[in-house]
């Protein structure tokens, strides 16, 4: 947006070096993740590979199919900011508070049920996006 300014490029500079430095350290969290999510048992060296290069492959591919990065932050904020605003701390709550007062009890329900509805509202305008993008 900014064309080739000095401060731009030294920007980009400062972006591509963050993503170089921290991109092993969330892969090697997804890879443990998905592993853990679909699997009961250690992971071997061959699947600690493959887990890499499927999650390389599949971010890759949303990076070239995807045509404004403000998509991608419109999903990705439409659903991680109801979720650490509203629904994990009403679930946390809920589990560590047994004896909670029914009040506050009460308002973690509440906004288990409210935080859905505001990542609905949230995705909204990129859901929308997404659907113009599929009819043409």
């Known amino acids: 947006y900014y064309g080739t300014h000095l401060f731009t490029t030294i920007i ?3 972006y591509s070096i963050i993503l170089v430095l921290t991109a092993p350290m969330l892969i090697f969290a997804c890879r443990l993740s998905l592993h853990d999510l679909f699997f009961k048992y250690e992971m071997t060296t061959l699947q600690h590979y493959l887990w890499g ?4 492959v599949f971010s890759g ?5 995807v045509s404004s990065v403000n ?9 991680s900011a ?5 629904i994990l701390p009403s679930i946390y709550y809920i589990r ?7 009040i506050k009890k009460g308002i973690s329900y509440f906004s ?5 509805l505001f990542m609905a509202v949230c995705l909204y305008a990129s859901i929308k996006t997404i659907i113009q993008a599929i009819k043409k």
């Not at 290069?53 to 390389?56: A, E, N, S, T, V």
């Not at 591919?61 to 199919?65: D, G, P, T």
Request: with cysteine; proline share 5%; glycine share 16%.
């Open 12 to 14: 980009k500079a400062c």
């Open 53 to 56: 290069i499927g999650i390389l």
């Open 61 to 65: 591919l949303i990076a070239v199919n």
């Open 71 to 79: 998509l991608v932050f419109g999903v990705v904020g439409g659903v």
């Open 82 to 86: 109801p979720l650490l605003i509203y």
């Open 96 to 102: 560590i508070c047994k004896d909670g007062s029914a």
């Open 112 to 116: 288990l049920v409210l935080g859905p």
